[in-house]
């Protein structure tokens, strides 16, 4: 007959008060329906986990231990009668005063943003609780009683104990208890007596905690419950594709599988053993585990640093995964990690792995690298505009679409390729969208004689050309730019035909002066200038920036950085083939309806441009000037 365990603990303490943000956690935690509440043995596991990871640390440093020679190890058994389960660790345990402060207050992270987001997204606890690690309170989600008995790795620590139910408060008591480390016990409530078997609990542990660097084991077997070795100190022909997407999941909480993963051992110059993963979307959810960026890293399966962001370059942070390198010193205080001459070592050596695979996805699963480029393709643009040692390896990853090819993702080569004899430049045109962009006056010229325009229309694009000013010694030229040299026409192509533009009234060199002057006066200091181009063909007319202004990639950049950055004043060029202007030349001097139309030709340049402060200002006139065209 097993003995009834009684909740009270001995030498109890009055009821202490938990501090505020537990007692709300708590209460959403009681007061909520949860499908998944397994997870409150993956926390308490994850914490027995850190206590083993802290105590091993400890034995490497401090002589003066309580049971020096104890396995680390986790233990999980259960009383099916009396509905308990009891998960004990050998990890450096608690002092009654670190009991109170840890398991009374609040400080890991998760819990906060938990709170946060249930009070910012106004989420349904219960929706998200399941995705989300809520640390040691979790457990109240599955617990009438928890008692926890702990002893310090100190050796002149005494055991203590703790008891709550998930109230407002806990009591603080003594314990027997003769070994280092920490035993909870959990009564379940009676909807959860599932949690009470063993054959429950190992699938548990199979499903959240098979990585788990220490042993775990179940009932009073011999057998451990989870694999425990270190996958990415595998062989890669041992691991199946099935282990790799559990590994990621576990280790992040995505839902979905990884897009692809390296798997990385190296003996020289340096022992390493990396598994990186490139997740299939940016955004992991926001209860993903890995609450910052960076990789774990291990040295000898000891975990050194959570989240190492020294590691990879900061444009490389989707990459999710572990880093076990053989020859970091063990005593290496995690301050120190960064300044390890090792780790530089590490970051150039996993920096060209990642960017060797994303140059074979790109050669030899260009389906699974589009999907690559469009989730993370930013995240490349920003090392082509930030990394000035590396940006000439990211050319190659780098993927376009233009005028002639607007649907397909291709790559500078791919352009280069397509290039005619004639041409010297790579050609692009920078925009908000890229509807708009393909209606640019800028194109005429490039749309007339089939020249291909490489289309740039989200916000980094301007950052990455600083980055980006040649490619195989071809110089990137914007096709906007006002001291653009125009290509020739292409070979077969029939130089100065007029196609079948309509023979217009053609003004004269002294109407076309004073059209200019017209233009001039009406729009005053709105414009820089006024000139004629021969640039166009289709379109009445173009802004391009003066000469000697800062290019448009820079404004750009500017207008992204400084909401109130104005837009200096540009040169209007107009199509002196235009029959609009043919018409307009003929309006007498002081025609109102002139005055709107010119108007309205600067302005329609403005949109196009995307530099329109307030389109809907344009409605009143382009009303006045329908009415005209339909005579009164
Ligand atoms: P977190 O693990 O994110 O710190 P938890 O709520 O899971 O937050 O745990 C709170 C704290 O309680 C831990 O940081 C640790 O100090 C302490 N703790 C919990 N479980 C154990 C344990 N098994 N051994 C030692 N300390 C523990
Ligand atoms: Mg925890």
New binding site residues.
């Given amino acids: 007959m097993t003995e009834k365990i009684d909740p009270k603990i001995e030498g109890a303490t009055d009821p202490i008060a938990f501090q505020t943000e537990v007692k709300q956690l708590l209460n959403i935690l009681i007061h909520s329906l949860y499908t998944e509440r397994e997870i409150f043995l993956r926390?308490?596991i994850?914490?027995?986990s850190?206590?083993l990871t802290?105590m091993s640390f400890l034995q490497q440093t401090e002589r003066d231990v309580l049971d020096p020679e104890t396995e680390l190890e986790i233990r999980l058994t259960v009383d099916e009668d009396e509905k308990t389960i009891t998960?004990s660790?050998t990890?450096?345990?608690?002092t009654r005063e670190?009991?109170r402060?840890?398991?009374g207050t609040?400080?890991?992270?998760?819990?906060r943003a938990f709170l946060q987001a249930v009070e910012d997204e106004n989420a349904d606890a219960s929706d998200v609780i399941g995705q989300f690690?809520?640390?040691?309170?979790?457990v109240f989600m599955a617990a009438e009683w928890v008692k926890?008995v702990?002893r310090s790795y100190r050796p002149d620590a005494e055991a203590a104990s703790w008891y709550a139910t998930g109230s407002d408060t806990f009591q603080m008591g003594e314990a027997e208890k003769e070994t280092r480390?920490?035993t909870?016990t959990v009564k379940l409530e009676e909807d959860a007596e599932e949690f009470a078997q063993e054959h429950r609990v190992r699938q548990i542990i199979k499903r959240h905690s098979d990585y788990v660097a220490y042993p775990i084991y179940v009932g009073d077997e011999d057998e451990q419950a989870n694999r425990q070795k270190a996958i990415w100190r595998q062989r890669s022909h041992e691991v199946e594709a099935e282990e790799y997407a559990d590994f990621y999941k576990q280790l992040t909480l995505d839902f979905q599988d990884p897009l692809t993963h390296i798997h990385f051992v190296a003996d020289a110059p340096l022992k390493i053993f990396a598994l990186l993963y490139f997740p299939t979307k940016v955004d992991r959810g926001m209860f993903t585990l890995r609450e910052e960026d960076g990789l774990k890293l291990y040295t000898r399966k000891i975990l050194i640093e959570e989240y190492t962001r020294d590691l990879l370059p900061p444009y490389y942070r989707f990459v999710q995964g572990a880093v076990d390198a053989e020859d970091l010193p063990l005593n290496v205080s995690r301050e120190n990690v960064q300044a390890n001459a090792l780790m530089a070592r590490l970051k150039k050596i996993l920096n060209n792995q990642v960017t060797r695979k994303l140059e074979m996805m790109a050669q030899k699963e260009p389906e699974d690298y589009v999907t690559f480029w469009e989730e993370f393709g930013q995240f490349i643009k920003e090392g082509v505009a930030s990394d000035d040692a590396d940006r000439g390896n990211l050319y190659p990853l780098l993927r376009f679409h233009s005028t002639t090819h607007p649907a397909e993702w291709f790559s500078l080569v791919d352009y280069i390729e397509r290039m005619g004899a004639g041409q010297e430049k790579i050609y692009y045109i920078l925009g908000d969208d890229a509807r708009s962009v393909s209606r640019s006056p800028h194109l005429d010229y490039f749309r007339t004689h089939d020249y291909e325009v490489i289309t740039l229309t989200d916000p980094v694009d301007s950052f990455m050309l600083m980055g980006l000013r040649e490619y195989q010694e071809f110089e990137l030229q914007n096709v906007a730019a006002s001291d653009l040299e125009l290509p020739a026409p292409k070979e077969g192509e029939e130089e100065g035909e007029a196609d079948e533009e309509p023979e217009a009234e053609k003004l004269s060199e002294s109407d076309l002066d004073s059209l200019v002057e017209r233009f001039q006066t009406t729009l005053g200091d709105r414009v820089s200038a006024v000139r004629v181009t021969d640039r166009l063909t289709s379109s009445v007319a173009r802004l391009v920036d003066p000469e000697g202004a800062i290019g448009q990639e820079m404004q750009r950049v500017y207008r992204m950085m400084d909401r109130e950055y104005h837009v200096p004043a540009k040169v209007l060029e107009l199509n002196p083939q235009h029959p609009i202007l043919g018409k307009l030349g003929t309006l007498p001097e002081d025609d109102h309806l002139a005055q709107a139309i010119i108007d309205q030709i600067y302005e329609s340049a403005l949109l196009i441009e995307g530099v329109h402060p307030d389109p809907a200002d344009m409605i009143p006139r382009i009303q006045e000037l329908m009415e005209a065209a339909l005579g009164e």
């Fill in positions: 926390e308490l994850s914490n027995a850190d206590a802290q998960i660790d990890g450096v345990g608690m670190e009991m402060t840890n398991l609040i400080a890991q992270s998760g819990a690690g809520v640390g040691f309170y979790s926890v702990s480390g920490t909870i």
